[in-house]
């Protein structure tokens, strides 16, 4: 990534935010986000907007059958069907906040960001920030292929201590795991590649075999995961698995550990406690997202093109 100072160099005004926007939605020339047709027609008095006058007739967002080339076609802008529609926001102030995330390791909270973009005295609100940001976390969604090489598969959860919590939220002394009244998370990482993570609502034997069937590849080289009975069978589904037992100290056998994934976990846990403080279970999976794709951009100087590529 950019120093702040040649980033803001590069989009000075809303026209070069919006131009690098539209070669990273349409490389090959635009295209129309209702019937997918490339024979569209700029329109010469609005600069980034076109007209669609195609025939195909879509489904819309109501399940209603629309066709483009009816009223005079269907216009539409570079922002059109992205988190960047109907804001009254400018697109430089977009690309700001969205520098900040990305640069920043462990994160940085809304309110931060407010004081940092907008200042305590410009009058907005703090909600304008917090809205902006998980906007952006949604763009920050999978899209990783399939993991292979040595992948390591783990689970953790996310959460207060029970000591902190308020009498009336405290959960049975000692409880672990979902008892504890934490929110689970589960990941997978390919050792010096990509992470594959997401908040679930349980950490069942079916979740936990889900989630590698569709995260890592039957071509990994292997598969190591902790002694958790959920991963007994994935031998049987075409991976070759290893364990170590954390229950018995065993925490390295060779190549066959997992503490990559730990690591990411402990970045995780870090950046929540540090920036944010406090994640709800609604939210976590919009925070998970943050600190994977950050994750897995952390050596790629196109990582803010990428996030265009997926608003």
Known sequence: MKTLKAFEADFPNEDACKKL????RWPDGPV????????????????HHWVCKSGITTTDTEGKQVTCAK???YRFSVITKTIFQDTKIPLDIWFR??????????GISALQIHRTIFGEDSGSDYRTSWFMCHRLRCAMRGGIEQLKGIVEVDETYVGGKNVNRHWDKKTPWKAGGEASGKIPVIGAISRKGNVIAKAVGDMGFTTLQDFVAEAVSTRAKMVVTD??????????HGFFHKTVNHSHHQYVTGSVHTQTIESFWSLLKRGIMGSYHHVTREYL??????????????????MFRKLLQTV
Do not use: I, Q, W
């Not at 926007?21 to 990273?24: M, R, S």
């Not at 906040?97 to 462990?106: D, N």
């Not at 002694?227 to 049987?236: F, M, P």
């Open 97 to 106: 906040v969205a520098y900040l995330m990305l640069t920043s390791k462990k």
């Open 71 to 73: 009223n005079g076609g």
């Open 21 to 24: 926007l539209a070669e990273c």
């Open 32 to 47: 129309c986000p209702r019937c997918a047709n490339t024979k569209v027609y700029a329109l010469k008095s609005k600069p």
């Open 285 to 302: 999976p919009l925070y998970v997202n943050e600190f994977a794709f950050r994750y897995n951009g952390r050596n790629d100087p196109d």
């Open 227 to 236: 002694e958790h009975s959920g991963y007994r069978h994935l031998r049987g």
